[in-house]
Structures are given as C-alpha cells and as structure tokens.
C-alpha cells in the first residue's frame, strides 16, 4: 500500500508561482512513476506531468511545458511540481498519484493506482 499526500496549493496571482509537493510512503517506490492531475469545477480530471522515480524521465501535457517543473526527492520519497507564470486557467484540484509499473510515464487517470487527498490551486487574474 501506497500513501500520498499534497500541500502546497494556495492562492497565487496570474504570473504567479507555486510549488506543490507529493509526499509518499508505503512501499518503495523504485519502479513507480508518480503523476500530477488536476481536475477543474465542471471539467474531467486531467494529466498534468508525470515522473519515472528510477531514472527521472519526464513528461508534460502541452500546456503546462515550459511553465512547470516536476522533480523528485529520493531521500524524502517526495515529488515536487514547480508551476511557474500561472495562468487562471490553472486554477484546479491537484492531484497526486503513483503507477506502480515498470514502464514509461502514462496519462490515463484509470492507469494509476493510488491517489492523494488532492490540494486546491487558485489563480486570481
């Protein structure tokens, strides 16, 4: 079993800067990608970026590239998404979640296992 827990949201201008952090215990993680979602008031949840934990390899829905860093801690088991020059448009829930397969980073929501409690981002323009 796998715990993940969010901090980090807040409310933030458009321009603005925010980091979130997805703390994680249980199980190890060496064969975990661990992903950020987000979910809108009204719209469907969403892939955000995702992280492979051994070997670090990345990835980035289109909208966020450029703005968003994701990273992780091994020594902390946590995994970071820095959101810089934030927009309105991604105010959301943020999600945090680990697939436990070996593999690449997926985007689908049903391919990952566990799911933290999520943590609100507000944008104000």
């Known amino acids: 079993q796998v715990q993940l827990v969010e901090s980090g949201g807040g409310l933030v201008q458009a321009g603005g800067s925010l980091r979130l952090s997805c703390a994680a215990s249980?199980?190890?993680?060496?064969?975990?990608?661990v992903g950020w979602f987000r979910q809108a008031p009204g719209k469907e949840r969403e892939f955000v970026s995702g992280?492979?934990?051994?070997?670090?390899?990345?990835d980035y829905e289109d909208s966020v590239k450029g703005r968003f860093t994701i990273s992780r801690d091994n020594a902390k088991t946590t995994v970071y998404l820095q959101m810089n020059s934030l927009k309105p448009e991604d105010a959301a829930v943020y999600y945090c979640?680990?697939?436990?397969?070996?593999?690449?980073?997926?985007?689908?929501?049903?391919?990952?296992?566990?799911w933290g409690q999520g943590t609100q981002v507000t944008v104000s323009s």
């Open positions: 979640a680990a697939d436990p397969r070996t593999g690449w980073v997926r985007r689908r929501i049903d391919e990952y296992t566990y």
């Open positions: 249980g199980r190890t993680f060496s064969s975990y990608t």
């Open positions: 992280i492979r934990w051994t070997g670090g390899s990345t």
